[in-house]
Structure formats: C-alpha cells, structure tokens
C-alpha cells in the first residue's frame, strides 16, 4: 500500500473515533493517533508525544515503540527541543548528521517531530522514530500536521 494511501486510511480512522457524543481528552487522542500511527507504519521504532510540562520543557506523554524514551527534553535540546523553539515541523534524513540528537536508541536513523498547537500555543510535539534514512517526506509532513490539527 502506498503511503498516501495508508494516511488516508488513518486520517479516516481517526476522524470517525474523535467525532462522536462523548468529547475524548487531549491525552486520549494521543494515544490513539499514536497507536493508529504506529499500527500503519510498524517499521517505526518510535510513535509518540511530547507534552509541554513548563515553557521550557517537554515531557514524555502517549507513546508507542520498542524503547523507553526520554523523560524530559528542554527546549532547543535535540529535534523535539528544537520544533518547540522553532515552532515548526522539522524532518531529519540522517540523525547521525544532525549535531543536536538526542540518542535513545541506535536504531533510529531518520526522524520527524510536529509541533501540536491549540490556539496558536504549542501543547505538544509528535515525535516518531525511523530505522530507514530518509524515511520522512512532504507527504509525511503534510498528512501529519493535518492530523496533528485533530488533536
């Protein structure tokens, strides 16, 4: 299946669970995006969020893979710190060429993190992990601030 198409599932998926009678949590619909991600692309080694804890820190919120992740990450402070002090989508081809990784495990090559904003402040950032270099595109940029918009 193409990746378009495997988004396009997950954007519909997605969308029927969060609309219903009973409004989900903030956390709730982390979780979920973060296992519908996860279940798509299985190859990932790591899917999941990280939540604004103080203006200057994030902390480990809904998540799923095949490590333990960081704890806490300041801002500015690997990808993550960085899209939260950037404000914006950032996506690493290489994380062995990126000065300013944080490594929590070595089989991460390439990495994407979305910055989730709730009237115009960012609440979280999407954080996901891959095994293959350059895994991460416009399409992923695209379909992941569109679901990161659901949130």
């Not at 995006?33 to 279940?39: A, D, N, R």
Request: with cysteine; charged share 25%; hydrophobic share 40%.
């Amino acid at each position: 299946m193409k990746k378009i198409d495997r988004y396009e599932k997950i954007l519909m998926e997605f969308d029927s669970i969060i609309i219903g009678k009973l409004e989900l949590s903030t956390p709730a619909k982390m979780s979920l995006l973060s296992g519908l991600l996860y279940m798509e692309f299985n190859h990932w080694t790591f899917c999941g969020f990280y939540v604004i804890k103080s203006p200057d820190l994030l902390e480990i919120g809904p998540y799923q893979g095949n490590l333990l992740p960081c704890t806490h990450i300041s801002i500015g402070r690997g990808v993550c710190g960085t899209s939260l002090k950037e404000k914006e989508t950032i996506i690493i081809d290489d994380v062995r060429e990126y000065d300013n990784y944080i490594s929590c495990d070595s089989e991460t090559l390439s990495e994407i993190v979305i910055p989730i904003f709730r009237d115009d402040e960012i609440i979280a950032v999407l954080d996901i992990d891959s095994p293959i270099i350059k895994d991460f595109d416009l399409i992923d940029k695209s379909y992941l601030d569109k679901l990161a918009s659901m949130i």
